[in-house]
Every structure is written in structure tokens, then in C-alpha cells.
């Protein structure tokens, strides 16, 4: 066991590749999804990046307080700023204990005893740089995450939906587990770190290529998958993009349809403009604004505004956000990000694309209930990233051979069936 989870990996896809042969798998129809799974620590074991962050920011207001009396009583010239590190506090508290030692200051603790004021500056300075080491210490932990695990360092407080303590969704230390089924098997799984399934689609497609040697064509995810970066990654690398984007199953919902002054409900006529409820076409374009994305790639968000400002307009409070403060309706608009989801929204309107939408429901949440519900498997026992894709990867092999069993009882019954007849 301390060697398998350098090997794991190998072992894994190399039965996976087995298996595919056998079964005749076509792995480049697949099904994506990912779950939390819970890890082996304490519930109330959280460290938040936010919270640190915030500590921070007042322990710097005190040091800054602490080192300029110190200047002030005793002329030194310690430099003061916003930001400090640990070790510049440890440096001055060493050289107050040397100062302390040098001119014989008694150091005192206990009841009844008086201390010396360069002690008590000591005292509460080295207290500063414990608490300060220890806040960069978690940081360090936290690395690019928001949150971490006191018991198991690699493990996020992730919301989950169900909660067997308070029975409702809160935060627990998680791991969030990706896989792709393809006829019953499931063909690759990883484990992250992150919390949102958005920034695992690349990552876990580079897993399979690396692994098979290609890239698959119609890998189906939900709406979780279907981002700006996602589809440009899948253009890319000759995927189709059979992933839903955030509000596809919005766009034929009857009460989403309802809400008149929401943009996506709004037609668009012939020179591609927006027109509001009122007739209003919003031709006026304002400006561009220009970022990068979480991945490095541009996104450019056209802003454009009624020619009158919504001036009149009957409706113009129900239409416009309480955030709204320049006081008139505005509409902005990402054009490759249109051109995206339409074509998202053609492949999956296909015959083929309604068939994958279809087999991903049963598919991928069919591998999870078996995983959870039949196989009992709602928690790690291990911790530690390495362990714990370990045991998650055995998980996966057992469910695959189990599949495999199932599959060949099936192939005997059938040609038992043949020779009979």
C-alpha cells in the first residue's frame, strides 16, 4: 500500500484500456460529471483565507502602533509600513531580548512580579510574531484555494446539499471527484481541490489525452461544464461542444419566460440590436470592456444604451436593478460568447445531442448512486491528496470490474441462448 499510490495511476488506465477492448467501448462518446465526496476530518476543522486576510490587516495596524512607541521611547528606527513579514518582527524581538540581556533586565512572570517595560514590549511583539507566522503558515497551506482543513491539509470546505448533522447544505471538508463513463465503465476520474466543476473540465480532459492519446469528441456535462473557457478549450482540441451552458434549461421554461424585463427574453432585430419590451432598440454603444479570464483568454463585453436613455418609459422602475446608478437601462453583450452558446444549443438540439443528453442523466448520476448507495462509499478514510486519489481510483477499478462481471454473465447467457436454440 506505500507504493501504490506512486503506481496507482498506471494501474488504473492500464485496465481500463483492457476493458475498453473488451467490451467494445467507444470512448470518445462519454459522460461528465463530479460529485463531493467528504474527507476524513473534522467538521469544525476549518481555515478560511478571508478570515486570515482580515486578522491580518489588524495584527499589521497593532505591529505598526507597537513599533512606533517602541521608536519613540527608546529612539530606535524600525522601519514602519502596511505590510510585515514574520520575520522581521522575530529580528526585532531577538534584538530586544539581546538589549535585555546586556543591561541585566530581569525577566519576570508570574503574580506579584513587575515587569520592565522593554519586557512588556517583548512580551507583546513576540506575541505578534507567533500569531503572524502562524496566519502565513495557513496561508502557505491554503495555497491559490479559499479554505482548508485543520485535520487533513489538502481537503476544501466545500457546500454540500445535504447535511446528515443539521439536515440542510453547509460547508464540510470535501473533495470534489470527477469522472467520465463511457458504456459503464468509467473511463477516467481525478480528484481536485476546487469547489466549482467549471475549472476541472480542462484539467480532466488533458488527463485523458495524456493517458488514451486523443482527445474524446462528445464528452456530454451539465450546465456546471459550460463556460466561455471551456468552449474555447474544446474548439481548441476538436471537441463538440455537447455541454450545457448555464442557462440553456432556462430558455424553455415557461416561468423563466414570464419575467419580461429579463435580457434573454428580449428579441433582437435585424442589424442585431436589442429590443425592449417597449419597442426600444438598444443601438447606442457606449464601450468595450476588456479583461482576461480565470485561463488567460480575452473576453470583450460590448455595452450598449437606449438613444433616449430610457426617457418616458412607463416601466423604467420595474425594468431597471436596484444597482442600477446611472439611472437608465443598459445591455451588455458578449459576442463570442453568443456565437458559442448557439452553437452549443444546435449540437444539442440534434438527434445525437438529445441522445447524450439523455444517457448523461442515467449514466454518470447512474455511476454515482452505485458508488454511494450499493458500494457505501460517502467518505474517505484516508488523508492527503496522493491517498486519497488512491483509494478513489481503487473505488472506480472495483466498480469497473464489477461492470465487467456483469457484462460478460451477460455475453455467456446470450451465446447459451444461441446454442440452444
Known amino acids: 500500500m506505500k507504493d501504490l499510490p506512486e503506481n496507482i495511476d498506471d494501474i488504473y488506465f492500464d485496465i481500463c484500456k483492457k476493458l475498453i477492448r473488451k467490451t467494445g467501448t467507444d470512448p470518445n462518446i462519454q459522460f461528465v460529471d463530479g460529485t463531493k465526496i467528504e474527507a476524513n476530518a473534522h467538521k469544525n476543522s476549518f481555515v478560511y483565507?478571508?478570515?486570515?486576510?482580515?486578522?491580518?490587516?489588524?495584527?499589521?495596524?497593532?505591529?505598526?502602533?507597537?513599533?512606533?512607541?517602541?521608536?519613540?521611547?527608546?529612539?530606535?528606527?524600525?522601519?514602519i509600513s502596511n505590510h510585515y513579514c514574520s520575520l522581521e518582527i522575530w529580528f526585532i524581538v531577538q534584538y530586544l531580548m539581546e538589549v535585555m540581556v546586556h543591561?541585566?533586565?530581569?525577566?519576570?512572570?508570574?503574580?506579584?512580579?513587575?515587569?520592565?517595560?522593554?519586557?512588556?514590549?517583548?512580551?507583546?511583539?513576540?506575541?505578534?510574531?507567533m500569531r503572524l507566522t502562524e496566519y502565513e503558515l495557513w496561508l502557505n497551506v491554503i495555497g491559490e484555494r479559499q479554505s482548508c482543513s485543520k485535520s487533513d491539509h489538502d481537503a476544501t470546505f466545500m457546500a454540500t446539499k445535504w447535511d446528515y448533522y443539521n439536515r440542510s447544505g453547509v460547508t464540510r471538508p470535501c473533495y470534489n471527484i470527477q469522472i467520465?463513463?463511457?458504456?459503464?465503465?468509467?473511463?477516467?476520474?481525478?480528484?481536485?481541490?476546487?469547489?466549482?466543476?467549471?475549472?476541472?473540465?480542462?484539467?480532466?480532459?488533458?488527463?485523458f489525452h495524456d493517458k488514451y492519446g486523443y482527445y474524446p469528441k462528445n464528452p456530454a456535462a451539465d450546465a456546471g461544464y459550460g463556460s466561455y473557457d471551456n468552449y474555447l478549450f474544446n474548439i481548441c482540441h476538436g471537441i463538440n461542444l455537447v455541454q450545457k451552458f448555464p442557462m440553456y434549461g432556462k430558455e424553455k421554461d415557461p416561468a423563466f419566460k414570464k419575467r419580461t424585463y429579463n435580457l434573454l427574453n428580449w428579441p433582437v432585430n435585424k442589424d442585431g440590436?436589442?429590443?425592449?419590451?417597449e419597442g426600444r432598440t438598444f443601438s447606442i454603444r457606449e464601450k468595450d470592456d476588456y479583461r482576461n479570464t480565470r485561463c488567460g483568454n480575452l473576453m470583450i463585453t460590448?455595452?450598449?444604451?437606449?438613444?433616449?436613455?430610457?426617457?418616458?418609459?412607463?416601466?423604467?422602475?420595474?425594468?431597471?436593478?436596484?444597482?442600477?446608478?446611472?439611472?437608465?437601462?443598459?445591455?451588455?453583450?458578449?459576442?463570442?460568447?453568443?456565437?458559442?452558446?448557439?452553437?452549443?444549443?444546435?449540437?444539442?438540439?440534434?438527434?445525437?445531442?438529445?441522445?447524450?443528453?439523455?444517457?448523461r442523466t442515467i449514466q454518470a448520476e447512474g455511476a454515482f448512486g452505485i458508488i454511494k448507495q450499493d458500494m457505501k462509499f460517502t467518505r474517505f478514510h484516508r488523508r492527503g491528496m496522493k491517498n486519497v486519489k488512491m483509494e478513489f481510483l481503487l473505488v472506480c477499478l472495483g466498480y469497473n470490474l464489477r461492470k465487467y462481471h456483469y457484462w460478460y454473465q451477460r455475453q455467456l447467457k446470450s451465446d447459451l441462448n444461441k446454442q440452444m436454440s
Open 103 to 129: 543591561e541585566n533586565i530581569t525577566i519576570e512572570y508570574g503574580k506579584g512580579h513587575h515587569r520592565s517595560d522593554m519586557q512588556k514590549r517583548y512580551d507583546t511583539l513576540i506575541g505578534y510574531a
Open 273 to 277: 440590436f436589442k429590443v425592449c419590451p
Open 49 to 79: 483565507r478571508k478570515r486570515i486576510e482580515n486578522a491580518m490587516e489588524k495584527l499589521y495596524s497593532d505591529i505598526s502602533k507597537e513599533i512606533m512607541s517602541l521608536n519613540i521611547s527608546y529612539g530606535y528606527s524600525y522601519q
Open 302 to 359: 460590448q455595452n450598449f444604451t437606449e438613444p433616449r436613455h430610457c426617457e418616458g418609459c412607463p416601466h423604467k422602475n420595474e425594468c431597471l436593478s436596484k444597482f442600477n446608478k446611472c439611472g437608465y437601462r443598459k445591455v451588455r453583450r458578449n459576442v463570442v460568447s453568443e456565437e458559442l452558446q448557439e452553437e452549443a444549443r444546435k449540437q444539442l438540439g440534434t438527434e445525437e445531442g438529445k441522445q447524450l443528453k439523455t444517457q
Open 180 to 207: 467520465a463513463v463511457s458504456g459503464g465503465l468509467i473511463v477516467n476520474c481525478e480528484v481536485y481541490q476546487n469547489p466549482g466543476d467549471t475549472t476541472t473540465w480542462a484539467p480532466f480532459m488533458n488527463r
